[in-house]
Nanobody, 123 residues
Framework: QVDLVESGGELVQAGGSLRLSCAGA?????????ISWFRQAPGKEREGLLC??????GTTYADSVKGRFTISRDETKVSLQMNSLTPEDTATYYC?????????????????WGKGTLVTVSS
């Protein structure tokens, strides 16, 4: 069964940095698809953050992370570099794909989701 697997979430102090990774599993031809990062904080709606196309072009969806979060990819994983973290960044972070090779202008319905990785930012 094809799958996406996130890793890298942990407890970090405010002002710190963290790098999350998303990898394909179960035979997913990972490098052919655009990958998006989402997050969901307790009691809040899921928020689309960034997307990276098959060719490595990045799109930022959330104003709240502009200038602080960046997305990148290599042959085996998509990384989310998060800097200047604040307690408001505390959430479960998910990677997902709509099985297309490009990023939409706005985050849309996804076909495949990872199970998420928890990021907790302490004040």
């Amino acid at each position: 069964q094809v799958d996406l697997v996130e890793s890298g979430g942990e407890l970090v102090q405010a002002g710190g940095s963290l790098r999350l990774s998303c990898a394909g599993a179960g035979g997913l031809i990972f490098e052919y698809y655009a990958i998006s990062w989402f997050r969901q904080a307790p009691g809040k709606e899921r928020e689309g953050l960034l997307c990276i196309s098959m060719n490595g072009d990045g799109t930022t969806y959330a104003d709240s992370v502009k200038g602080r979060f960046t997305i990148s990819r290599d042959e085996t994983k998509v990384s989310l570099q998060m800097n200047s973290l604040t307690p408001e960044d505390t959430a479960t972070y998910y990677c997902a794909t709509d099985m297309l090779d490009y990023c939409s202008d706005v985050p849309g319905p996804m076909d495949l989701w990872g199970k998420g990785t928890l990021v907790t930012v302490s004040s």
